[in-house]
């Protein structure tokens, strides 16, 4: 239980285009889905929190017209890099937690998006 | 604000041995979890192991185990007869209880664990 998917895995686009990455819940209901940014050999940095129906709440730092994020459903959330720039690229990595896995306290990973901005 | 610290940035261990990794964290709260992921070469995180503060049992999945000091702020995850599948990126990671909202995970910096056949 509690598996997540991500789509794409991998994309590359051309710079001032824009990249939409979803993030699915496959087995349970996430009431809450977290969009992580991963630099080479370094650790996660959390972009944003969103709850299903509610704006997201981005970390200090995040431009929120550049990543947006939508949370319509307990299944889903995308994250829209808007007109991506070579600086963007980066691997994405989304998690979810709900309350009916971990006491929804644990946060299950997807396999994360390779971006490349050419 | 809850800070993370990983001290070990590179760990190595022979196949079959055991290996403990260190964590520690720093926090005012009296109520929190603690959660080890692992990320291997295909960078899906994967939880390795999570630990209540409030439980005094160390948290134990097979071949994994957990020694939680709470008055010292520490986590270590002890790996026992260590496999080649174990060599990953092992990130120690911190977070409030659920009624304090939707908490963010803390990260700390990660340690690298290679095994050796």
């Known amino acids: 239980g509690a598996v997540v998917s991500q789509h794409p895995s991998w994309v590359i686009c051309k710079s001032g285009t824009s990249v939409k990455i979803e993030c699915r819940s496959l087995d349970f209901q996430a009431t809450t889905m977290f969009w992580y940014r991963q630099f080479p050999k370094q650790s996660l940095m959390l972009m944003a929190t969103s709850n299903e129906g509610s704006k997201a709440t981005y970390e200090q730092g995040v431009e929120k017209d550049k990543f947006l994020i939508n949370h319509a459903s307990l299944t889903l959330s995308t994250l829209t890099v808007t007109s991506a720039h070579p600086e963007d690229s980066s691997f994405y990595i989304c998690?979810?937690?709900?309350?009916?896995?971990?006491?929804?306290?644990?946060?299950?990973f997807g396999p994360g998006t390779r971006l490349l901005v050419l | 604000a809850q800070t993370v610290t990983q001290s070990q940035p590179e760990m190595s261990v022979q196949e079959a041995e055991t290996v403990t990794l260190s964590c520690t964290y720093d926090t005012s709260e009296s109520d929190y979890y603690l959660f080890w992921y692992k990320q291997p070469p295909s960078r899906q995180m994967i939880l390795v192991i999570r630990?209540?503060?409030?439980?005094?049992q160390n948290a134990t999945e097979n071949r994994f185990s957990v020694n939680f000091q709470k008055a010292a702020k520490s986590f270590s995850l002890k790996i026992s007869d260590s496999q080649l599948g174990d060599a990953a990126m092992y990130f120690c990671?911190?977070?409030?209880?659920?009624?304090?909202?939707?908490?963010?995970?803390?990260f700390g910096t990660g340690t690298r664990l290679t095994i050796i056949p």
């Open positions: 998690s979810a937690s709900g309350t009916s896995v971990g006491g929804g306290e644990t946060q299950y």
């Open positions: 630990q209540e503060a409030y439980k005094q």
């Open positions: 990671a911190y977070r409030r209880p659920l009624n304090f909202g939707n908490e963010k995970l803390t």
